[in-house]
Each structure stands twice: as structure tokens, then as C-alpha cells.
């Protein structure tokens, strides 16, 4: 893949990513048992980044889609949410695949990032109030997230496993990590 097809696709990747998080933020939240859960479709894009781009790229993905959907349609506050779950689980889903395929599937590393999100946005969610008594909150968050994260998980082992160019593009990053070591 030259520089300038990975620029693009690293676009179009961060591009997609926005459009569904603004498209779940204009819906209202489908969990009544969690005020405040989300389902995280944008997060199907960071799986798919994840197995098809090396890890600076994925970066690249994940940082232009929080700093573009925020500047759309965030605040302040939401970005410092945003961030801190963006952070948590993108290094979280990071090692948790480290651990390879023979381990852990596509599925449990979105149910991993899932999590972790939910971890970063309380952690600050205490911050902000001043209280740890705000990460009572978790097990329920955990529950709505573990369910969000393996439906994410399949919708993006889908797209991996049935959209041509995503194989492509897998095949790509296999052959550079065995070559390359990255």
C-alpha cells in the first residue's frame, strides 16, 4: 500500500468513524436500565483500524475521530469523557489483541475496549464530582457495555471477513508485521 492510498484510507476510516458517532448521538440512548450507555458504533471503525492498519495509523484514526466529532458536536466536557475512554480502551483492545487470535477473537477485544471505555469516562466522571462513589455505577455500565461490545465485536468480524478490500488491506499488515516486525 503506498503512502498516499494509506492516507487515504486512514480518511476515510476517521471520516466514517465521525458520521456514526454523530449519527448515535442524534439518537436518543436505548438503554432506560443506563442512563447515559451508548452502544459505541464508531467503535467497529477502531476494530476494523485495529486489524487493518499498524498501530501509529490506528492512532491516527482514533484521535481524528475523537477531535472531529467533538469540534461537530461535543463539548468540552465530552470530549474530556471522550478521551479518557478513548485512551483507556484503545491501549486496553491494543494488548488484549497482543495476545493473538489463538487466544482472544475480534469479539472479545471490542468487549475489552467496551469496558474500558466505560473505566475512562467514570474515572473522570469522579474527577469532575469529587467523589469515587460515582464508580457504582460501573457494574452496571459493564453489563450494558460487555452486551455492546461483542455486538460490535461481530459487526465488525463481519465486515472483516466479507468486505474485499478489508481482507486486502488485513492481508497487507499480516505481511508487514512478519517482515517488518511492526
Not at 447515559?36 to 467503535?43: R, V
Request: aromatic residues 10%; positive net charge; contains cysteine.
Amino acid at each position: 500500500m503506498t503512502k498516499n492510498q494509506r492516507n487515504a484510507y486512514i480518511a476515510l476510516l476517521a471520516a466514517q468513524a465521525v458520521i456514526i458517532s454523530l449519527f448515535e448521538n442524534a439518537i436518543p440512548f436505548p438503554f432506560g436500565i443506563a442512563p447515559g450507555a451508548k452502544l459505541g458504533l464508531a467503535n467497529v471503525i477502531t476494530c476494523m483500524a485495529l486489524y487493518t492498519l499498524a498501530t501509529k495509523d490506528t492512532i491516527k484514526v482514533v484521535s481524528l475521530r475523537l477531535i472531529l466529532a467533538t469540534l461537530l458536536g461535543g463539548t468540552l466536557s465530552t470530549f474530556m469523557y471522550s478521551a479518557a475512554g478513548i485512551v483507556l480502551s484503545f491501549i486496553g483492545m491494543w494488548l488484549v489483541k497482543k495476545l493473538g487470535p489463538d487466544r482472544i477473537s475480534l469479539i472479545g477485544v471490542s468487549a475489552t475496549g467496551a469496558i474500558l471505555h466505560n473505566i475512562g469516562q467514570l474515572i473522570i466522571a469522579s474527577w469532575i464530582a469529587q467523589t469515587w462513589t460515582v464508580l457504582l455505577y460501573l457494574p452496571v455500565l459493564s453489563f450494558v457495555g460487555i452486551l455492546a461490545g461483542i455486538a460490535i465485536g461481530v459487526m465488525a468480524n463481519y465486515l472483516l471477513t466479507h468486505v474485499e478490500k478489508l481482507q486486502y488491506y488485513q492481508k497487507v499488515k499480516e505481511t508487514n508485521e512478519k517482515v517488518h516486525g511492526w
